[in-house]
């Protein structure tokens, strides 16, 4: 897949995450335009999981994680591989997909296909941010950067990579 556009970060702090959060979470109950709730907020581990928790508590919905891996490190992507399956119903139901963000658009389009084939009648996606030159355009999101944001629960991860 390439190598990452962005090399230069963007930290982000717990404040600034939680005022985008809840931001994000306005923008979708406004999105939602008469056409009901989600009745499930699926979570893309391990960078969205944070934010599908603020939405899901906000939007009033249950919540389920799924395990992708779609990169190695900072500087190398992999083809999107679901590690763990979703155990909830789908079928039938309204789906909002979370993740951190989007970069080239490949994890959220595979996640958005395995809720699809398993039954979701509409799906949506949720991002803190995307990228510029991204190939999926979300739904929703509260920003777009080039950079590479080291997110708040990423700062030991990110320290580690660095070492390398």
């Given at each position: 897949?390439?190598?990452?556009?962005?090399?230069?970060?963007?930290?982000?702090?717990?404040?600034?995450?939680?005022?985008?959060?809840?931001?994000?979470?306005?923008?979708?109950?406004?999105?939602?335009?008469?056409?009901?709730?989600?009745?499930?907020?699926?979570?893309?581990?391990?960078?969205?999981?944070?934010?599908?928790?603020?939405?899901?508590?906000?939007l009033d919905a249950d919540?389920?994680?799924?395990?992708?891996?779609?990169?190695?490190?900072?500087?190398?992507?992999?083809?999107?591989?679901?590690?763990?399956?979703?155990?909830?119903?789908?079928?039938?139901?309204?789906?909002?997909?979370?993740?951190?963000?989007?970069?080239?658009?490949?994890?959220?389009?595979?996640?958005?296909?395995?809720?699809?084939?398993?039954?979701?009648?509409?799906?949506?996606?949720?991002?803190?941010?995307?990228?510029?030159?991204?190939?999926?355009?979300?739904?929703?999101?509260?920003?777009?950067?080039?950079?590479?944001?080291?997110?708040?629960?990423?700062?030991?991860?990110?320290?580690?990579?660095?070492?390398?």
């Amino acid at each position: 897949m390439g190598t990452v556009h962005a090399v230069r970060t963007m930290r982000l702090g717990w404040q600034e995450f939680g005022a985008r959060a809840e931001e994000l979470a306005r923008r979708i109950e406004r999105g939602m335009d008469g056409r009901g709730r989600y009745d499930i907020v699926v979570s893309i581990a391990r960078g969205g999981t944070p934010l599908a928790m603020v939405l899901a508590d906000r939007l009033d919905a249950d919540m389920q994680i799924i395990d992708v891996k779609s990169y190695k490190g900072i500087n190398e992507r992999v083809e999107p591989q679901i590690m763990s399956k979703l155990k909830a119903n789908l079928r039938g139901r309204r789906v909002l997909v979370v993740d951190d963000l989007v970069d080239e658009g490949h994890t959220l389009q595979a996640v958005v296909a395995h809720v699809k084939e398993k039954g979701a009648v509409d799906v949506a996606t949720a991002v803190m941010f995307r990228k510029p030159w991204t190939n999926f355009e979300p739904d929703f999101h509260s920003g777009v950067t080039k950079r590479w944001v080291i997110f708040p629960w990423e700062e030991g991860e990110y320290k580690r990579l660095m070492r390398k």
